[in-house]
């Protein structure tokens, strides 16, 4: 796949210079500017770089720790069932969790299942 990281690029010059973030709280999900990234690591895509994400903890009013969606539905240890999301079947990466500026938050998709999201906290606590 040949990635355009000068349209990235472009894109992310203007999401840094947004003066602020967007209010949050921890298991929702959001549209995010992702990116293109670097060999494994997931991208967002289309013309906003974009994929939705949950909210796993708050660090800041600026920052939150996220774990990228997908609706692909191959078993992986690393993959939880978030449940629908935007009528589509969603997993967690856990794998691919990574710290968030509020900055990069498009659109409030909806809330997790409470019992679901304390599921995923469970996992990812023994992950690490």
Known sequence: MNK????????KKGIDIKTKGRFYHEGEV???NLGLNI????NGSGASFE???LVLKALSLNTFIAIPLTT??????????????GG???RAIFSQ????????????VCMVDQEIFYEIRKA???FF
């Open 30 to 32: 959001w549209w995010c």
């Open 51 to 53: 994929r939705p994400v």
């Open 97 to 108: 969790m990574k710290v968030i500026d509020t900055k990069r938050l498009n659109e409030f």
């Open 124 to 126: 990812v606590r023994k």
């Open 39 to 42: 060999g494994n690591e997931q």
């Open 4 to 11: 355009d990281f000068d349209e990235w690029n472009k894109l």
């Open 88 to 90: 589509k079947h969603a």
């Open 72 to 85: 692909s539905q191959k078993e992986h240890k690393y993959r939880l069932n978030v449940g629908l999301v």
